[in-house]
């Protein structure tokens, strides 16, 4: 069992940035891709970016050039850098892990972001 622990949420205004991180119980492996989806009240959960083991990334199409993942091996700790922040990005992040780009049965609890216009 694996447990994922996110943090960083909060309240910004609209342009603002936040930085999320998300760290695990246990070793990240090189086979391991850690991903960040979000679920606004009344919708789907989103995919929203993701990092492979050999730092090979993709993101959904709404935050492309908005958005970076990074990972930290050494802690065990993947990131989410959000910048420019819109109010359609409020929403509860969630921090998966699964084997490279697909998505695992790993979940953390989740942090809230709320974007304010």
């Known amino acids: 069992q694996v447990q994922l622990v996110e943090s960083g949420g909060g309240l910004v205004q609209a342009g603002g940035s936040l930085r999320l991180s998300c760290t695990a119980s246990?070793?990240?492996?090189?086979?391991?891709?850690m991903g960040w989806y979000r679920q606004a009240p009344g919708n789907q959960r989103e995919f929203v970016a993701v990092?492979?083991?050999?730092?090979?990334?993709k993101y959904g199409d709404s935050v492309k050039g908005r958005f970076v993942v990074s990972r930290n091996n050494a802690k065990d700790t993947v990131y989410l850098q959000m910048n420019s922040l819109k109010p359609e990005d409020t929403g509860v992040y969630y921090c998966?892990?699964?084997?490279?780009?697909?998505?695992?049965?790993?979940w953390g609890q989740g942090t809230q972001v709320t974007v304010s216009s």
């Open positions: 998966n892990m699964g084997l490279g780009v697909q998505i695992g049965r790993y």
């Open positions: 246990r070793r990240m492996f090189t086979s391991n891709g």
């Open positions: 990092i492979t083991g050999d730092d090979r990334t």
